[in-house]
């Protein structure tokens, strides 16, 4: 089965300030990797996504992603955060269902605060 | 701007309430799904429709029921819910093929149960 863990519940940075937000993953086969963005009282957003191909993905604002096979790992990175970055950030691993659509297996969120 | 709409937004209702969750993806997906997200624990996935046949149902009890009339709206109906059922409720879309695809989110039901 597959699991995602991350393992900051909250973060806190000052506006400027590099950041990166870790993710570990468990999938027996090549992962479908995942970075979703949730401000309050709205759905997800997805920022980006790894399927195959280079380690290193660009996403939406700004954001990347890194996948490391050898570390199970697909941490988000931003060179300098905006305090419009506040929100509640979520990674995810997918696995295709050919008659289900796609499973997608969700960590619990790393809640991100940005100082001014 | 995701291409997925939900209603109501906001829902307060009591236990022997019947209503009804919409929600309606102009992106020409083919699957959609239930999530239910509480706070301090992962999205919890309920229900997959797949070309408006359900695929799957994660062990939901019987007091949520979907309707997926077409491949462009899910409902979510509600009948004696539990105040432990307040939470958001989230609805998805994702093209269906040979590999996997990303799913698209609406912004949401929030909804409480008195």
């Known amino acids: 089965a597959q699991s995602v863990t991350q393992p900051d519940i909250h973060i806190t940075v000052s506006e400027g300030a590099s950041l990166e937000l870790r993710c570990n993953y468990s999938?027996?086969?090549?992962?479908?990797l995942f970075w979703y963005v949730q401000s309050p009282g709205q759905g997800l957003q997805l920022l980006l996504k790894y399927f195959s191909g280079d380690t290193l993905v660009q996403g939406i604002k700004g954001f990347e992603a890194e996948f490391k096979r050898s570390q199970s790992s697909f941490n988000l990175r931003k060179p300098s955060v905006h305090w419009s970055d506040a929100a509640e950030y979520f990674c995810a691993v997918g696995a295709p269902m050919e008659t289900s659509g796609s499973r997608l297996t969700f960590g619990e969120g790393t809640q991100l605060t940005v100082n001014p | 701007e995701t291409g997925v709409t939900q209603t109501p937004r906001h829902l307060v209702m009591g236990m022997t309430n019947k209503k009804s969750l919409k929600c309606e993806q102009h992106?020409?997906?083919?699957?959609m799904y239930w999530y239910k997200q509480s706070a301090k624990k992962p999205l919890e996935l309920m229900f997959v429709y797949n070309f408006k046949e359900q695929t799957e149902n994660n062990s939901v009890p019987s007091r949520f029921s979907p309707e997926c009339p077409n491949s462009s709206h899910l409902f979510l109906h509600l009948h004696t819910l539990q105040p432990e059922d307040s939470a958001l409720y989230l609805c998805?879309?994702?093209?269906?093929?040979?590999?996997?695809?990303?799913?698209?989110f609406g912004p949401g039901t929030r909804l409480t149960v008195t």
């Open positions: 992106l020409g997906h083919n699957a």
């Open positions: 999938y027996g086969a090549t992962p479908y």
């Open positions: 998805a879309s994702s093209r269906l093929g040979g590999g996997l695809y990303e799913q698209y």
